[in-house]
């Protein structure tokens, strides 16, 4: 049970792209700023703040939430910084979410933010008896698309999906793209484009992949009783929830160089289990979602992420792009921001991103790409080592 | 891809992993004793939920399994992925041994347009580098068992 209502009174974001002349806090204090102002909130009345730890930067990347708040001035309160990949701003969300939920705190700060290295992320130690990391890239070669590949080449298989299936993912989410003035991307492709850029990993091409991005997203959560202090459009946070991996999930993760062979578990296993829990506590199904922020790194992801969270079955995820129920106007807007293929990866910002999207739909300020009449929304994270993110929206 | 050069003396770029005699190429795993789970690599285990995890045993997966799914890789990873040459395209496959377990691997002696999924592989080797010291620094690969 939810032990306090809570909402979103503010949001703020620095535009996703390649920054390289600024730094880190540059972004972070660029986003919270807006955040601050979005929520009409004075900095001293944050009484905790939950950030993502970002791990190319150092000691000051790990302690991202300390150097974050001395910008602004110090004042106490509780600051903890949390790693967890892909869904790193999701486990900060939550962080905040539970400081509220457990009556220790009204307001709370989350905050990501990543400025990702040139070219393929890659190992973080050399030890491989402890980091399997290292075996992946030193055995094998293997940097993440291939992962996804793999995986993409299986459902081909068994589903019958084709290369225009994947082009038309790129096709759909270049058109949000292009009227989100956040976006990094805002060119428009035709099917035969994507199917005539580069072969990244056969069967994924360069417009399949998404990028690595720089970016900063910041939400400021209260409860809800105090909402309306500071803004007349709270958005409730119906779920914040954390996934891991279960056992017998068939999925070779990234990282790992084995899966077991039978499937005792479900594909993408810990975005099921943080789905499933979104669902539970907050009593909202996949047909009541109105809105979905999901990880497309790779056109293999939007659509097999439709399956996992149960919004179709198993295999009809292409049918369901294709009859355009994922579009903004269909049965569900799938990324109407333009999603990770007009954004880019930002590791520890990108799933605080997806909610301050879905917050701004909800409450009506995304013009072009807005979805009409939306009341619920959900973002969903990916994760690398089996851990994952969902939230879920409301008016 | 091209072939392995002449046979100087092979050494695994990392240990515990592989090992080879005149009977073949096999991948090194472990089992559980209690869960029956099998391990790769065999010193990171990864037990079903409750297993006392004991009676774990070192052994060798077949030398054979079904290919499972496969990529063809166009751009040169970084760094610490290492190779005295070009290798670009190259083709990782994963390959289901009977053990239950799938594992990624390098493809080699096989074109793309021969990879069809089910198709019986082969553990074997690949050099990735020759070190200083002029020894072939392999890697663990797979290659269609029927050439």
Redesign the interface.
Known sequence: MIAREIAIIGVGMHPWGKFPQKSFIDLGVDAISKALADANIEWNEIETICSGIYIWGGNAGHLSGQYLASVFGETGVPIVNVYNACATGASALRLAYLSIASGQVDVALAIGVDLSPEGFLTAKSDNPRQDRDVLRWRMVGMPNPIYWALECRKRMQKHGTTEEDLARVKVLLSQYGAQNPNARYKKVYTVEEVLTSKMVCDPLRLYEVCATSDGAAALILCAANKARQYTSRPITVAASTIGSAIYGDPTLRISALSAPSKAEAPLLSESYSSSQQAYRISGIGPEDIDILELPDNSSWHYLQYLETCGFCGDGEAERMLQDGETRIGGRIAVCPSGGFSSFGEAIGAQALWQVVEVAMQLRGECGPRQVQKAKVGMAQTYGLMGNSGTTILRV | MEEDGKEGKKVP??PD?FTWSEDGVHLMSARCGSCG?F???M??E????GCSRQGIEKVLLSKEGKL????????????????DREITP?I?G?V??PE???????VVECK?DQLK?GMVMKTTTFKLYHDQGGEEIV??AFQPAKA
């Open positions: 770029a990392l992993l789970a391990f790769f690599p010193y990171h990864q037990h079903k939920p499972a799914s496969y990529t063809i890789q166009y751009y040169m990873p970084p760094p610490p992925f290492k190779t190259y990782v994963l289901e041994f239950g377990i799938q594992i990624a691997g390098i793309s999924i890697t663990w």
